[in-house]
C-alpha cells in the first residue's frame, strides 16, 4: 500500500495498492489514509473518478483520470490493463516495480 496525495491541496487523501488501480478509477480502489486512527476511506465505493472529491476541499484531487501522485510525488500511470510505475527522475515509464528498480540502480545510482 501507497500513500496517494491531492494533487491540488497536497493533503494525504488515501492509500492503495498500485497493483489493483485499473480504469475506471474507482472508490472501492481507494483505502482510508489512516485506518489505525479510524479514519474512513475518501470516497464511497462506488463513486468514479469524474465525481471524485478531495475529502478537504470541494476540488477533484486527480487532475488527470489516470494518474495519481504518492505522498512521496512519484506518478502511479494506471492503464485499463495495468499499473505503470513512472520514474521520478528521468520519466520513463516501467511495467513492473522490479524493472523500475533496476532502471534506479543501474541509471541513477544516487538519484
Same mark, same amino acid.
Given at each position: #500500500?501507497?500513500?496517494?496525495?491531492? %494533487?491540488?491541496?497536497? %493533503?494525504?487523501? *488515501?492509500?492503495?495498492?498500485?497493483? *489493483?488501480?485499473?480504469?475506471?478509477? #474507482?472508490?472501492? #480502489?481507494?483505502?482510508?489514509?489512516?485506518?489505525?486512527?479510524?479514519?474512513?476511506?475518501?470516497?464511497?465505493?462506488?463513486?468514479?473518478?469524474?465525481? #471524485?472529491?478531495?475529502?478537504?476541499? =470541494?476540488?477533484? =484531487?486527480?487532475?488527470?483520470?489516470?494518474?495519481?501522485?504518492?505522498?512521496?510525488?512519484?506518478?502511479?500511470?494506471?492503464?485499463?490493463?495495468?499499473?505503470?510505475?513512472?520514474?521520478?527522475?528521468?520519466?520513463?515509464?516501467?511495467?513492473? /516495480? /522490479?524493472?523500475? /528498480?533496476?532502471?534506479?540502480?543501474?541509471?541513477?545510482?544516487?538519484?
Amino acid at each position: #500500500m501507497v500513500k496517494i496525495r491531492c %494533487e491540488i491541496c497536497s %493533503e494525504i487523501i *488515501a492509500r492503495v495498492d498500485p497493483a *489493483a488501480l485499473l480504469l475506471p478509477l #474507482m472508490g472501492s #480502489m481507494f483505502y482510508s489514509p489512516d485506518p489505525v486512527h479510524g479514519f474512513d476511506p475518501p470516497f464511497p465505493e462506488s463513486l468514479e473518478w469524474e465525481d #471524485m472529491r478531495c475529502p478537504y476541499g =470541494p476540488h477533484r =484531487p486527480f487532475i488527470e483520470q489516470n494518474r495519481v501522485i504518492t505522498a512521496d510525488g512519484k506518478a502511479i500511470v494506471v492503464t485499463d490493463l495495468a499499473t505503470y510505475c513512472v520514474q521520478d527522475v528521468c520519466g520513463k515509464e516501467f511495467k513492473t /516495480k /522490479k524493472n523500475l /528498480k533496476q532502471h534506479r540502480s543501474m541509471a541513477h545510482k544516487g538519484a
